[in-house]
Every structure is written in C-alpha cells, then in structure tokens.
C-alpha cells in the first residue's frame, strides 16, 4: 500500500488530504487563525467544583470552561501538583525531576473537592477539542508525544504498544527503554517503534525530555492561565502520527509549510526528506490529485459504493446512524442471502473509509442487510473489525443484534467534519432563470477587460469550470489566447473542480479574491 499526504494551503485554510493507493481516506481541514489545540499544555484556574458530577470547570482560555473529571487527575496528580507549585516558587532554578518527592497516589473512589480547590492554578492537558456547546476536556495525565515514544512525567512506568505482536520485540523495547529513560518519567512506546535502534530511541527520548524541561520553564516565568506548551502543527502532527515505510510523497503548496515540514522529516528520517515535494502548479493541487471529485462524490448525506447499492448517513446530537440499501442492484442466480451478504461487506469497507474520511466520532448504529445465517453475520462483523484495524482513533463494535444492527463507539476528539456538497446555483442564484450559456464567454471577457483596463489589474488569474476552459482552448488561436494578447499575459486562466458550471473566481496575484460577480446583488435588488 503507497500512502501520501497533500496539503493544500490556502489564505484562509488548511486542508490536510491522506490517499492510500491514490483512495482518499483521511481528510482534516481547519483555517488558518484557528489551532488544534489536543496536545495543548496550559496553566489553568479551577473556577468551579461540580461535587455531584465529581468534577471541575477550569479557566485555560476559552469561551466555555474546559471540563476536568477525577477519574482524569491520574494516579500522580499530588506528585504533579506539588512538584509545580516548587517550580512556582523558585523563579531562578528548575528543580531536579530526579529528586521530586514522590507523594502517594490518589484514591481510585475520591472526590475531587478533597484533591483541588477553587480559585487553585493547575497545569493540564486538552484530550477533546471544544464540540458543539461543550468546553474543551482536559486531563492532569501530562504526556508529550513523538514519532516513536510518549514521555509522561512522574509515571515511572514503560509500557509497550499492543499491536507489537511478537513478545521478543515487545521485551526488547522495554528493557532498552527502561535502560535510558531518566528518572521520574514514564514512557509509552508507540507500534513505530518496532525493530528501530537504540540511538534513534534515545535521540526522540531526549527531545521530548527537553520539550518538557521547556514547559517547566514557562512555568516559572509565567502567572494567570496562559498556554504553556504547544501541539506541533497539525500538518507536523499528521505526520508524526502517520508517517511510516508506506509514505512514498507527501506534496505541499506553500513554500513555508514546505520548509516546516521537510525540517520535520529530515529530522525523524534523515535518508527519506526527498519524499517531501513543492507543488508549484497553478492547477489546484487537490484537483491536480483527484481529491476535489472524490470529496464531492464520498462527503454527501447519500454515497454510493458498488453496483447501485449505496449508504445514507444522518447525523444527530447524540449518534450517527448509517442506513446500507441495495438500490437497483440485482444478480441473476444468486439468492438473496448471498446478495445480502456480497452487498453488506461491500458495505463495511465503505463505512470503515468513512468513519475515518468524516472523523466520526461518539455511538454509531449501522442498519444492514438482514441476513439470516450465523456464518454470514459473523463473516460481516470480522470484516469491520478487520477495516478499523488501521484507525488511529479509539473504538469498539459489537457483533450483529437480532434486528440486523451493529453497533459501535469511535473516540471523539474534535467536531466532526462537515463538507456541504450541495451548491446554490452560481447562475440564478435560486431564481430559476439566467442569461443564456451561449453568452457566457462574453461575460467573462466584460469581466476580464474592466479588470485590466478600468481596475488597471494586469496580473491576476481566473478559474472556471473544466468544461468551459475546454471550450475556451479549443481552435487556433484559441479565445484563451486571444484573450492572453488582448489584455496581456498576466491573465492567467485556469479549470477548477470545485466551481459549478458557470461560475468563477478572480484572484489576484496575492491568491486573495477579487469579487466581480455583482450578478447575486442585481438579482437580489430585483426581488426586492
């Protein structure tokens, strides 16, 4: 399997697209202003102490209070907490982790009022992004994640990743782990780690010792809720958490991401970097891989996977429910339990690729094909537990119940994505009525010749529809360069994918808009 990852930046955002055998099956996309903040280490304020929920609301910064529950202090919070209050208090010298005391662990069964206190400074960790009109969730567990390990200060304990299967290398990477890890830290060791060397062990080990040692000095300089350590950039991120053999490219858009992360990647992987390439085509760089048309035809409330059958996903507060229908499919000869069951695995592989596409997260009931014999039922629960093997995101499926449903919980960290692939018609804008297509050309070169020639802007580039550039390029000379000779080779005019048919975009030489399309205030001011 070849796996690469496109970023496409844009001025107001960043989409994040992984491919697998060139099959779109991770996408993430936030703006530009806005941060991912799991991972975020802040210095926050209990405001409140919630005894019947056995938990606290703490002041790190947002809008809505982040929500902290006991069972999330961990075992070491006295340890944590009073090795803090030592670094507070000494604003000159760190002290050792080495000589912190370490103080007993919390009661598995106590209340947090017995823990913490309103009004007290804590330093703690966001586990789940801000959904919907929740605050963030946050944990006093601090861990400092890398490629190969996970430093968490105060554990004292190596544990080794499960899906290392062979107990050989399970019990080689503890002891090495055990043998160089300093004292007053646990370490997690992630599935990446598997077969790699001491010396690139103890390389990340020391870098995440030394991120640490960086927060605690924050910490010393700092008074009131502030952030105090940063997660890596979700473009870094993505592939720390990614990044393996499989990665054959990883293809960027801006010149200053580029740089970041081929920095990255030549630090985790000194011989790979080459892997990392500038995309600096002035076609999109996510129509120019095929990931526009397989968002537009994966991201609806109705997609279709083989045949005519085809999945309806709905989404609620409390759940999402995925609705598997045959359609119009049919097979002569085949009875209906083998239909039901070719259509219902069929159906699993999808779902799995969209529970990750779409980063669904919370319950998920699944209503399939009913089936009738054990053996198939069976058949179809081995196979999405076999497709979520490779998702990254906590789960649990229960098999079939006797309605034919399955059911399954996925780790919610963040708002789920939510792409509207329905458009409002770019040429009527709802009215049901536009200006004959035939002219449209003409339109687009009124627009071209008031830009140039009244705005005096002579460079800047137009994207239309690939339907309309190919009638634009056709004959010699084609209208694209008539029009190139006319008003200068500064226009630049190329096809998008995510335009509908007679829409456009002007954007100058900055990549910001230029709004011309005065068309939607015209019809606007007649409806009135």
């Not at 006093?140 to 899906?163: C, H, M, N, W, Y």
């Not at 020391?206 to 502030?226: D, F, N, P, S």
């Not at 219902?344 to 919370?362: F, H, P, S």
Request: net charge positive; charged share 30%.
């Amino acid at each position: 399997m070849n796996s690469e990852l496109i970023v496409d930046v844009r001025p107001s955002q960043i989409s994040i697209a992984l491919l697998e055998d060139k099959r779109l099956v991770e996408l993430n996309e936030e703006g530009r202003e806005e941060n991912f903040s799991v991972g975020n280490i802040y210095l926050g304020k209990v405001k409140k102490i919630m005894p019947g929920l056995n938990a606290a609301f703490v002041d790190v910064g947002y809008e809505k209070d982040a929500f902290l529950h006991y069972l999330d202090l961990g075992y070491n919070f006295n340890t944590l907490n009073s090795f803090i209050r030592q670094v507070q208090s000494d604003r000159k010298k760190i002290p050792a982790m080495s000589r912190a005391k370490q103080l007993p662990e919390i009661e598995k069964n106590g209340t947090l009022s017995e823990v913490i206190k309103t009004g007290q400074e804590i330093v703690v960790q966001i586990t789940k992004e801000p959904i919907s009109t929740k605050g963030p969730r946050l944990t006093t567990e601090i861990s400092i994640a890398g490629r190969f390990l996970v430093l968490i200060p105060f554990a004292d304990k190596v544990s080794v990743s499960q899906k290392i299967k062979t107990d050989e290398e399970r019990i080689r990477l503890k002891q090495l782990i055990q043998s160089i890890k300093p004292k007053g830290f646990g370490v997690i060791v992630r599935t990446v780690a598997e077969d790699k060397k001491v010396a690139e062990l103890d390389n990340e080990l020391k870098i995440l010792v030394k991120r640490w040692e960086e927060t605690l000095a924050k910490i010393q300089k700092t008074q009131g809720t502030t952030l105090i350590s940063e997660e890596l950039g979700r473009t870094v991120g993505i592939i720390r958490d990614l990044f393996n053999s499989n990665f054959k490219h990883i293809h960027v858009n801006d010149k200053t991401v580029f740089n970041e992360v081929q920095d990255y990647v030549e630090l985790i992987a000194p011989d790979r970097k080459d892997i990392v390439k500038f995309y600096n085509d002035s076609i999109p760089i996510f129509d120019h891989f095929g990931i526009t048309k397989q968002i537009l035809g994966t991201m609806g409330k109705t997609v279709s996977f083989r045949s005519g059958a085809y999945l309806i996903i709905e989404h609620t507060e409390a759940m999402h429910v995925i609705d598997v229908n045959s359609g119009n499919r049919s097979k002569a000869g085949n009875g209906q339990e083998s239909n039901a069951l070719e259509v219902n695995l069929a159906a699993a592989d999808e779902i799995a690729r969209q529970l990750r596409l779409r980063d669904m997260g919370g319950i998920i009931v699944v209503d399939f094909i009913d089936m009738h014999e054990g053996s198939n039922r069976q058949k179809l629960y081995d196979r999405m537990r076999s497709n979520l093997e490779d998702d990254r995101a906590k789960h649990n499926i229960l098999p079939l119940s006797k309605f034919g449903l399955m059911q399954m919980t996925r780790q919610r960290v963040r708002p789920e994505i939510d792409i509207d692939i329905e458009e409002t018609c770019p040429t009527c804008y709802g009215t049901g009525k536009a200006m004959p297509s035939v002219l449209f050309t003409d339109q687009l070169e009124g627009k071209i010749e008031y830009l140039s020639n009244k705005l005096k802007v002579k460079s800047f580039t137009l994207y239309i529809h690939p339907f309309v550039d190919a009638f634009i390029s056709k004959g010699v000379p084609s209208q694209k360069m008539k029009w190139k000779l006319k008003y200068g080779m500064g226009c630049k005019i190329f096809p998008s994918q995510k335009l509908g048919f007679l829409q456009y975009k002007f954007y100058d030489k900055k990549g910001e808009e230029i709004d011309l399309q005065e068309e939607k205030e015209k019809i606007s001011s007649k409806k009135k």
